[in-house]
């Protein structure tokens, strides 16, 4: 058996090396058609047919090892083997083989290293596709490189380069003898003598381009290509939630009849049904919202709109290079504020580390859904739209004008006002593949559910220990709940919040809400149903609340979710990415402002006019 | 009475194990600290082998190299080891 081996895979960015290390590790990283995924480097391993041990490094896309950005910086130390990083024992440089203008400048400038590396020629199904054609050998010779061909995303894609990796011993140093003056110069003599190309861009490309970065078109359609979504996660939930709401229900019944009255019944009951049932029946929502965030990931189309928004986001001070990572914070503001390491500008990165939060991650969602289908009628308009998807848009569209709002206060507060211009590689379009759609919204069910068995589940018993402890005292005569220690400390915040219309079971559900926003859900459940008598008890969160809240502190709580920094993990990245308490200080204060600032407007308004 | 010993000793469980999980998720490096005191505590030579041997079984696992180590389990970005079996080599059919 031959000795263990470290590869490193390299390249510019969008060129295919996660895609690569997942297909040969057997990993699950996210993977989408736009520059600047991978921000910090993965490990995996895997085991060659030889039994050869080997373990790979996927590392973040860079154009250049003249590092910029903390993101290519890991890149740059790791290929160096700076700041105690153990250089791999073979770099495979990945090239996005369509693309050979720009990827093979990089290729050239990894080989001056002096490193052991080889080429990987990935996208390679792409390649013959738009009919170009690549002499590999002839390549492999004028580079002086071992050149495999790849396609990272098909099954079998690796083998190539696996039988290489297998086979070879450690290959020969690269002979970095001539380093050529112009990089460009030579890339265009290799592509003269290598390459055959029928037109320098794909034609298909070239044709949407046309209607997707119309300024007029393209907006209009990026309109309504959000509106559909938020429409289609109410529409498309509906009948699946109703089977699981019922599925509940008879879980409560049956929990109800069969188990003796007692602290385990009330546990499953008021706990596990009650609060974590609440929150299991938002999942066809959340797979909905998923199954269009993966399809414009893999369709190449969300670069095209960072593009569209450069203008107006520069207006607000911000650049389209901060779409990415906003986009991002939709489905959750940690990756969107480890994405800002794509942002070389200090100042620039700040801010969108900043507004993150105020994109509506998806665990916001149940939080909207459950107010939203207790407050908001069901009606239709123009006979199609929905009104309450309506109001879910309306929703997402206050968070992205809150996080537009700060900005330009940012803007107005700092002395630098200069503009960076976006500069940004527009991939190719791509159909969405149907199997890694089908596994991403898997892996979608699979966090949310094990997010509910994990951290909600964990929240919620505590939660539940403090509603049901200490029990009522001899000749009280208020419910338990009253007296239980969550009872003692909801009734004392509610001074602070009952300018804004929460009642005390509101504000003991926000405080284990600092661990998952969806925890503010099940958290209500729990307090509701502890606090259930008679038929109440068997009734669902939405419709207890729909009948106890006025209208107005229904709105109110809408308002708090929009702006709230109710999630510690985030802080908490912020923490790490910023390297400054200060900045954790300033971004939950100011939220915690703009969400009661915005509350008390709502609740009063909604008052006023009801 | 034997069902009130049961469901007391059912909730005392799992409001234990859900402390120990809020606590892993809150505050994940004082926990992993504490866990490696405890492991350390559980190996002394003094101590019978089963103990010992739960103590090894406490032991903390390395935090994976990279990621936000947040915990939040919502991103799927984390280099957590998602990998398949590493031990099986790949064969090409």
Redesign the interface.
């Known amino acids: 058996m031959t000795s263990a081996l470290t590869i490193a895979l390299v390249g510019n960015p969008n060129c295919g090396k996660t895609a690569l290390f997942n297909q040969l ?6 993977v989408a058609n736009y520059a600047g995924v991978t921000v ?12 050869r ?1 080997v373990r790979v490094i996927d590392l973040p896309g860079t154009y250049s090892l003249l590092a910029m950005g903390p993101d290519e910086i890991v890149t740059r130390d790791v290929c160096l083997g700076l700041h105690n990083e153990v250089r791999p024992d073979l770099i495979v440089c990945v090239i996005d083989a369509t693309n050979l203008r720009l990827h093979l400048r990089f290729v050239l400038e990894v080989k001056q290293l002096g490193r052991p590396m080889i080429v990987a020629l990935n996208m390679m199904d792409a390649t013959v596709a738009r009919g170009i054609s690549i002499d590999r050998e002839k390549l492999a010779q004028a580079l002086g490189l071992t050149v495999i061909e790849t396609v990272g995303i098909k099954a ?1 894609g690796t ?1 190539a380069l ?1 039988e290489f990796i297998d086979s070879a011993a450690t290959p020969a140093l690269p002979v970095p003898a001539s380093v050529p003056e112009d990089l460009h110069a030579e890339v265009r003599r290799l592509l003269d003598a290598t390459v055959v190309m029928p037109s320098r861009t794909s034609a298909i490309d070239d044709m949407l381009d046309r209607i997707f970065l119309s300024p007029l078109a393209g907006l209009l359609i990026l309109f309504t290509v959000m509106f559909v979504v938020f429409q289609a996660v109410f529409a498309g939930a509906a009948p699946l939630m109703e089977l699981i709401k019922t599925g509940f229900d008879w879980l409560s019944a049956v929990a109800e009849q069969t188990m ?1 009255e ?3 019944r009330s ?1 499953v009951r008021d706990c596990l049904i009650g609060g974590l049932g609440s929150v299991v029946v938002f999942l066809p929502q959340i797979l909905i919202l998923f199954l269009f965030i993966l399809s414009l990931e893999e369709s190449g189309y969300l670069p095209r709109a960072a593009f569209l928004l450069d203008k107006p986001m520069s207006m607000a001070g911000l650049t389209g290079r901060s779409f990415i990572p906003l986009l ?1 914070s939709f ?2 503001a ?2 969107g504020i ?1 994405a800002t390491r794509s942002i070389h500008d200090h100042r620039d990165r700040m801010t969108t580390i900043l507004i993150a939060p105020l994109m509506t ?3 916001r969602l149940p939080v909207y859904t459950l107010l939203i289908g207790a407050f908001i009628p069901e009606q239709t308009i123009a006979g199609f739209l929905s009104f309450r998807g309506l109001v879910l848009f309306a929703l997402y569209l206050a968070g992205i004008s809150g996080g537009v709002l700060v900005s330009m206060v940012i803007t107005w507060f700092r002395r630098d006002k200069t503009e960076h211009s976006l500069i940004m590689e527009l991939p190719s379009y791509r159909l969405p593949n149907i199997r890694n759609l089908g596994i991403g919204l898997l ?2 069910a699979r ?1 949310f559910l ?2 509910i068995t ?2 909600i ?3 919620n ?2 939660l539940w ?1 403090l509603t049901t402890f200490p029990g009522k005292p001899v000749g009280a005569t208020g419910p338990a709940i009253d007296y239980s220690m969550a009872g003692i400390v909801g009734h004392a915040m509610q001074v602070l919040f009952a300018p804004i219309g929460f009642n005390w079971q509101i504000c003991v559900a926000l405080i284990p809400g600092l ?2 926003r969806e925890v503010a859900v099940s958290a209500l459940g729990t307090v509701y149903s502890v606090s259930a008598s008679g038929n109440e008890a068997a009734q669902q969160l939405g419709n207890l609340i729909a009948g106890q809240w006025p209208l107005a502190t229904g709105m109110s709580l809408l308002a708090w979710y929009v702006f709230a920094p109710q999630c ?2 985030t802080l ?2 912020i923490r ?1 990415e910023t390297g400054s308490w200060k900045m954790v200080g300033i971004t939950a204060g100011y939220l915690f402002v703009l969400a009661y600032i915005a509350s008390f407007v709502a609740y009063h308004l909604t008052l006023a006019l009801t | 009475m034997s069902y009130d010993l049961f469901q007391n000793a059912v909730i005392a469980l799992v409001v234990a194990y859900s402390a120990v999980q809020l606590l892993r998720k809150l505050m994940p490096q004082t926990t992993s600290k504490l866990q490696k005191f405890f492991a350390a505590l559980l190996q002394l030579r003094q101590l019978p082998g089963f103990v010992q041997r739960w103590g090894r079984a406490l032991q903390p696992a390395a935090l994976p190299p990279s990621a936000c180590d947040s915990g939040c389990s919502t991103c799927n970005m984390c280099a957590t080891g998602t990998v398949t079996d590493q031990a099986v080599p790949i064969r090409f059919i």
């Open positions: 590790t057997g990993a699950r990283q996210k910090e480097r993965k490990e995996g391993e895997f085991t060659a047919p030889s039994g041990k079998g083998r696996i003796p007692g602290l385990l546990f991002s489905a959750c940690i990756p480890m991650c998806s665990a892996e979608r966090i094990r997010r994990g951290t589940f964990a929240a018993t505590i220990v661990t998952a510690m993990s908490a990245v790490r």
